[in-house]
T-cell receptor, first 118, second 113 residues
Framework: AQKVTQAQTEISVVEKEDVTLDCVYE???????LFWYKQPPSGELVFLIR??????QNEISGRYSWNFQKSTSSFNFTITASQVVDSAVYFC???????????????FGTGTRLQVFP | KAGVTQTPRYLIKTRGQQVTLSCSPI?????VSWYQQTPGQGLQFLFE???????NKGNFPGRFSGRQFSNSRSEMNVSTLELGDSALYLC????????????FGPGTRLTVL
């Protein structure tokens, strides 16, 4: 069965600290995609990154970086030098490439609320 | 390019009523998915439409239904509202291939009294 686990419910840090958000997933498929979304207080889910199961290269985008490890079924997200504007709920999600209906369907984790204090 | 738009942004209804939510996808996107977000259940997939056909449906009662028009705009309907239907309803659009990135709208916050 597909499942995404974000064990950290809430994390609080002070500005400029580095913070890592954990994501562990379960799937029986060999081809799948992983996503991170950010949900600020306004409610809209903002797409951050998409990674397919064949690409284990880490990715860095400015202060954001992602570490994908198939061996541990993890796709962790690190924010370097956090800022107050990073305060939001972050969701990890899984999509299987060849599900029974061959459709878009995201399985979300429960989210991690990040609070960055000045 | 304009993003996904949802109307209305806020709704207050009473139990037993019905409601229709609207979603306009990003231009060129043919797939529209709907998700319900509640504090207790988190983000749950409702259904997905592609080229006016429902391709997939989540585990929700038949009171939840939807449709998609030829211009890819989608509507979601909830009949006989219950208190538990209070939620943020998010719409997402994508090009329509499996695992294409889904881009979300701002959501419609529905409150059922």
């Amino acid at each position: 069965a597909q499942k995404v686990t974000q064990a950290q419910t809430e994390i609080s840090v002070v500005e400029k600290e580095d913070v890592t958000l954990d994501c562990v997933y379960e799937t029986r498929d060999t081809t799948y995609y992983l996503f991170w979304y950010k949900q600020p207080p306004s409610g809209e889910l903002v797409f951050l990154i998409r990674r397919n199961s064949f690409d284990e290269q880490n990715e860095i985008s400015g202060r954001y970086s992602w570490n994908f490890q198939k061996s541990t079924s993890s796709f962790n997200f690190t924010i370097t030098a956090s800022q107050v504007v990073d305060s939001a709920v972050y969701f990890c999600a899984l999509s299987e490439a060849w599900g029974p209906y061959n459709t878009d369907k995201l399985i979300f984790g429960t989210g991690t609320r990040l609070q960055v204090f000045p | 390019k304009a993003g996904v738009t949802q109307t209305p942004r806020y709704l207050i209804k009473t139990r037993g009523q019905q409601v229709t939510l609207s979603c306009s996808p990003i231009s060129g996107h043919r797939s529209v998915s709907w998700y319900q977000q509640t504090p207790g259940q988190g983000l749950q997939f409702l259904f997905e439409y592609f080229s006016e056909t429902q391709r997939n449906k989540g585990n929700f009662p038949g009171r939840f239904s939807g449709r998609q028009f030829s211009n890819s705009r989608s509507e979601m309907n909830v009949s006989t509202l219950e208190l538990g239907d209070s939620a943020l309803y998010l719409c997402a659009s994508s090009l329509g291939q499996p695992t294409d990135t889904q881009y979300f709208g701002p959501g419609t916050r529905l409150t059922v009294l």
